[in-house]
Structure formats: structure tokens, C-alpha cells
């Protein structure tokens, strides 16, 4: 038999590893589903999901069935449990970071495959792929990457106008990460937009879940003008909510300024149709 060196495995072996057969593998399949992009977006994310269940040993229903989950903890739940029964260890560092980066292209791929026409059913598909990629960073300990996850996730529905499905991620990020640095910002970008959609009843949700746990004089105040909008307190809207504004920013030991402009100029253009007189915006920082 001819000795043929580029068909040996990694390191000189004989025969291939099978973890040099799956890496290759996944190299090969996402190629396949790039050059496919260029003429069927659609089949293209599914060329994406097929390959990436390939190397991570799962079923692609798998992924069907986590994008008809409806509530978000119970996502992100199902999806932890989805992590722990992959039957491949992923000892090395950079078959975890081959898997992280298989995860993200193929969540990425299933949003973008949408074009200009997002639906729930595609957004969710990416999302389903999103939250493995988060379980999966936090199952390695990773907590930098999977944060990062929830903040790319965020940033790509809110570009698809899908801000319900956006808001909904921020209880990710209060339930894990509010020891980041900005997870206070993504929370108050989360309850104003609720706020400015009339989203009320997710404005609500986010700010009791914040509030039982992190209650801050922005948040609660946030959280009585909600209240105010749903009760439709016109009178108090046009009369008082400015200048109670006002003094809970005076009064409050500020650690975050960002936070509070983000707070106070939503505030001001979602009040300013019921306002007949604004006060003089107060300098937070």
C-alpha cells in the first residue's frame, strides 16, 4: 500500500480521528452553505441548521421544537437542558470555539434569511439557535461570550422591528448577567421601548422582574408611569410626571448617567402630546 500523507489524520496518525472528521465536516458543510446563500437564502439556513446539528450530535427538530417554545425562560431552560445531553464532550478550546462560531453563523444565517419580511416563525428559528449558542457558552463558562450572545440576538431583532421578541431577551440578561457593566442600559433601552410601543403589559413584566430584584428610583418611577399609561391618567401625564421626573433625578444617587438619559429623553417624547408645558430637561450627568 502507497503511503499518501495527505490523507493522514492530525498529527502524522494513521487514519483520521473522528474529531478531525466532524471538523472537517463542518468546514465542508458550512462552505456549501455559503455558496448556496448566494442563490437560495432559505435553503441556504437550512443547509446551516443540518450542518451544525451534524457536529453538535443533535436532531434538527430539536431546533423546531425550541422555536415553538413561547415563553423565554422556558427557551432559554429547554435549551441548557438541549446543551448538557450533546453527546460530545468538546474538551478542547478550539472545538468550543468552532462550535460557538457554527452556532452564531447559523443563528445569523436564519434571521437574515427573512430578507425585508421578518415572521415570528423565522425570527424564532434564529432565536431558538441563538439561545443553544448562550446555553452553550455558559455550560463551558464562558459568561463574556454568552452576554455578548444576548446582546447580538437584541441588536439583530430590534433591526428586524421584532422589538417584542427583543424585550423579551433582556429577562435573559436579568436573570445572568446584570453584573456586566451595561446591563443596566440594556434594561432601560428594554422597558422605554416597551413604553414608546405601548407594549405596556411587557413594560410591566420587565420593570417588576427588575424592580424585585435591583429596584432603582429610575426603575420605579418607569414603572408608575406604566401604570399611569394603562389606568390612561391623562391628568397626572400632562400635569405631574415631568416634574416628578424632575425630583427622583435630583434626589438620586446617580451610578449610572447613561442610564437616566435614556430614561429621561423617552420620557420626554412619549409625554411631550400630553404636556402642554415641558420643564427644562435636568442635566443627569
Known sequence: MVDRPELRG????????????????????????RLLWLSDKQAAAVQYTCALCRYMGIDPLVISD?????????MSAHAGAIVKEIPRKFAKS?????ALEALEETASAQLASMGSEPNI??????????????????????PDIAYQTMLTVITSLRALNLHYLANDCVTLIMDHHMSQHDARIQVARAAVCSLTESDFIRARELLQTYNFQFGEPWSRFMAHVVDKAINADIRWMSERAMIEWQSVVRD?????????????????????????YVPKKVVVC
Not at 425550541?66 to 422556558?74: F, K
Not at 478550539?94 to 468552532?98: A, R
Open 10 to 33: 492530525t498529527k502524522g496518525s494513521a487514519v483520521w480521528s473522528a474529531r478531525s472528521l466532524l471538523k472537517t465536516t463542518l468546514e465542508c458543510d458550512m462552505v456549501a452553505a
Open 66 to 74: 425550541l422555536a415553538a417554545t413561547h415563553d423565554i425562560r422556558e
Open 94 to 98: 478550539e472545538d468550543v470555539l468552532q
Open 121 to 142: 416563525l423565522g425570527a424564532k428559528h434564529g432565536l431558538a439557535v441563538y439561545l443553544l449558542q448562550h446555553a452553550f457558552a455558559t455550560h463551558k463558562q464562558s
Open 252 to 276: 438620586s444617587m446617580q451610578n449610572d448617567c447613561q442610564v437616566y438619559e435614556i430614561v429621561q429623553d423617552a420620557l420626554t417624547a412619549y409625554l411631550e402630546p400630553y404636556t402642554w
